[in-house]
């Protein structure tokens, strides 16, 4: 089995040089071939340089270190795209995950499932991390009808074939299995070991929730308008435009029963407002539409079998 195990890293000069050496353990018990590819997302400490000596010393062991911080989901793509393995693991460097646990991913993959996500079920972290986190899980499960526990944790594992159809971007990383699911891959889920951080401070910040929130609209629109924006702007524009045209008739009816309409101005140029505003919306639609008509290279299927001649 070849395994690929990709490590996005920020600040982790605590932890990598340990991750590492529990992760081969557990590697070389499952594999003869394997590979870890550390992605330095612009550490300003000694990671870079901790994971450079871990490469010199260990062949297995490779690296991609970007020229500042582009976030989780950039040093996710760069990994993907590096990576060679049959299945991919994705975990986190800060020694949270639990290598111990990859035989675990490797038995439901096993099962049939394209992707096979982690669910941190006894989580070891702050009160202040836990219960957002938990709400957003709630909501990403309400709005994406994906139901797992754990959307945004980072310990993962794909096959080979999955991994050519994620695009991500910003914070879109917490939302891989609403989009692979989207895709019509078979998602599972498996719960994980957690361990408190002791080593290095948390990335988490208060920003990340308005973030979370912010991609989450993004992914829904993803999965459901991308292909087809005039159906979620135009659905939009006519209920503006229905609202001011009955605001309209009713200062109609009114301006031919009492001859004026003079205390209704406010009223009226409300209506006048929103019909605009429903055309622009219909517009923006149209001209979403036309984007997606024309556009070249992309991908919106994927093929699961087929005979060929």
């Not at 087809?228 to 009816?253: A, D, E, N, V, W």
Request: glycine share 8%.
């Amino acid at each position: 089995m070849n395994i690929s195990v990709i490590i996005p890293v920020y600040n982790e000069e605590g932890n990598v040089r340990r991750l590492h050496q529990i992760l081969s353990g557990v590697l070389k018990k499952i594999s003869h071939k394997y590979e870890i590819i550390f992605v330095d997302d612009g550490s300003v400490d000694k990671t870079f340089d901790i994971v450079k000596d871990i490469a010199k010393k260990d062949s297995a062991v490779r690296y991609i270190a970007f020229q500042r911080n582009f976030g989780k989901a950039a040093a996710l793509m760069a990994g993907f795209k590096e990576s060679s393995g049959e299945i991919v693991f994705t975990m986190d460097g800060d020694l949270q995950d639990d290598p111990e646990e990859i035989p675990k991913f490797i038995s439901q993959l096993e099962k049939g499932y394209d992707v096979v996500s982690g669910w941190k079920f006894n989580r070891k972290d702050p009160v202040a991390k836990t219960i957002p986190s938990k709400f957003f899980n709630w909501l990403t499960a309400r709005v994406t009808g994906v139901k797992i526990h754990d959307s945004n944790c980072g310990f993962k594992v794909y096959r080979k074939r999955v991994i050519p159809h994620i695009r991500i971007y910003g914070e879109l990383h917490r939302y891989i299995p609403a989009l692979v699911h989207w895709k019509g891959f078979k998602l599972g889920e498996v719960k994980v070991k957690h361990h408190a951080r002791t080593q290095g401070k948390s990335k988490y910040g208060v920003e990340r929730l308005i973030k979370g929130f912010l991609d989450l609209i993004t992914v829904k629109y993803l999965m459901t308008y991308v292909s087809r924006p005039l159906h979620f702007f135009g659905s939009m524009g006519l209920l503006s435009g229905l609202f001011g045209f009955l605001i309209g008739l009713y200062l109609t009816l009114i301006k031919i029963q009492f001859g004026t309409i003079q205390a209704r101005i406010p009223l009226l140029m409300l209506a006048v407002l929103l019909i605009v505003i429903g055309v622009q919306f219909i517009s923006l639609g149209l001209l979403g539409e036309m984007i997606v008509s024309t556009r070249k290279g992309n991908i919106d299927y994927v093929i699961k079998d087929k005979v060929s001649k």
